[in-house]
């Protein structure tokens, strides 16, 4: 896909090209430099690479960008999520290796960004509104103001919760007639993510997405060879799925933590303790398998009272990132914005 003709362009130093599956080691070599610098701690490896690029509807040759140095080196990075339809918004995601700033990568890399995001014209409705997404750290302080330097703005916070256990966590008190059962792939990943579409709906961000694109989406997270379906939790009333607490052993952004993916609770079950003893049960899950440090994400506009929730089981907030937003076309908000 070209970029615009009055696009900036890369230095002669350096040559960008579309990344492909064999590349995911050393964007991940990129993605923990840069995380070094500014986090001070690794994020991913090349499995988790691996496999978002094997994510359903994405495509490398497609969707994704790798700048190259003149010594052949993989110096920056983009890709641009847009794989479930209707793409309104779609989320981009770019790195720069810290050697390599203020060279015009990540200004270059913006404009492609951009381009490929106007390809999604032609997939969404006429009239919907469609603007480019990124989530940034507060400590990618750089990254931040360029952005805002070419017209993206902060519309919302995130929050990564974290909690330290020094000691076994609490167990957990199951509300009446629940319990939580063995998660089994087969059997359970269709009813499970209809009771995850049912959950979320009302969260900010939401889309009605055709069902067998969410779906098969959704199971690629299972498709991960770290995947672990032990740490799948799903808590039922009877033979209804009333919670779950979907985890994995390492978080996305650091390998030496535990990850609570996906917390939720459907309403008729809400406001009677299932989430705080679904998420006790994970964090005791974590302890056991020698994780003393769990995490999470919050979308900091949350209107649930899940963070008194994570804050009563004991998290803090960790780190807070900045959800950066930059128009591509005007219309209406088709998206769920509360």
């Given at each position: 896909m070209a970029i615009l003709a009055n696009a900036p362009q890369l230095k002669a130093a350096y040559t960008m090209r579309p990344a492909t599956l064999e590349d995911s080691a050393e964007i991940a070599d990129l993605i923990n430099a840069c995380a070094r610098k500014y986090l001070g701690t690794e994020e991913t490896n090349a499995a988790e690479e691996r496999n978002y690029a094997q994510t359903p509807g994405f495509e490398p040759q497609r969707d994704a960008r790798v700048v190259l140095s003149a010594a052949?080196?993989?110096?920056?990075?983009?890709?641009?999520?847009?794989?479930?339809?209707?793409?309104?918004?779609?989320?981009?995601?770019?790195?720069?290796?810290?050697?390599?700033?203020?060279?015009?990568?990540?200004?270059?890399?913006?404009?492609?960004?951009?381009?490929?995001?106007?390809?999604?014209?032609?997939?969404?409705?006429?009239?919907?509104?469609?603007?480019?997404?990124?989530?940034?750290?507060?400590?990618?302080?750089?990254?931040k103001a360029l952005l805002e330097e070419l017209g993206w703005s902060v519309i919302r916070h995130n929050l990564r919760m974290r909690i330290e256990m020094a000691a076994p966590p609490p167990t957990p008190q199951w509300p009446e007639h629940i319990g939580v059962r063995p998660f089994v792939l087969?059997?359970?990943?269709?009813?499970?993510?209809?009771?995850?579409?049912?959950?979320?709906?009302?969260?900010?961000?939401?889309?009605?997405?055709?069902?067998?694109?969410?779906?098969?989406?959704?199971?690629?997270?299972?498709?991960?060879?770290?995947?672990?379906?032990?740490?799948?939790?799903?808590?039922?009333?009877?033979?209804?799925?009333?919670?779950?607490?979907?985890?994995?052993?390492?978080?996305?952004?650091?390998?030496?933590?535990?990850?609570?993916?996906?917390?939720?609770?459907?309403?008729?079950?809400?406001?009677?303790?299932?989430?705080?003893?679904?998420?006790?049960?994970?964090?005791?899950?974590?302890?056991?398998?020698?994780?003393?440090?769990?995490?999470?994400?919050?979308?900091?506009?949350?209107?649930?009272?899940?963070?008194?929730?994570?804050?009563r089981a004991g998290m803090g907030i960790h780190r807070q990132s900045d959800m950066l937003e930059k128009e591509i076309r005007s219309g209406i908000e088709i998206e769920k914005t509360e």
């Open positions: 052949g080196t993989i110096v920056g990075h983009a890709a641009v999520w847009a794989n479930v339809p209707p793409a309104v918004h779609p989320f981009v995601w770019a790195r720069v290796h810290p050697d390599h700033e203020y060279q015009g990568i990540g200004t270059y890399l913006n404009a492609w960004a951009a381009s490929r995001c106007r390809a999604v014209f032609a997939e969404v409705p006429l009239e919907a509104r469609v603007s480019m997404r990124a989530l940034l750290y507060k400590e990618f302080a750089p990254a087969e059997r359970d990943i269709e009813a499970l993510y209809r009771a995850e579409r049912e959950i979320f709906r009302d969260h900010f961000g939401h889309v009605n997405t055709p069902f067998e694109e969410g779906l098969a989406n959704f199971q690629h997270y299972t498709e991960h060879e770290n995947f672990d379906p032990s740490l799948w939790f799903v808590a039922y009333a009877g033979d209804e799925i009333a919670g779950m607490a979907l985890n994995t052993l390492w978080a996305f952004d650091s390998n030496d933590e535990g990850y609570v993916m996906t917390l939720g609770v459907r309403r008729p079950w809400r406001k009677q303790g299932l989430g705080l003893a679904l998420l006790q049960h994970s964090f005791g899950k974590h302890y056991r398998r020698g994780k003393r440090r769990v995490a999470l994400h919050l979308d900091a506009s949350n209107l649930t009272g899940a963070l008194r929730l994570y804050q």
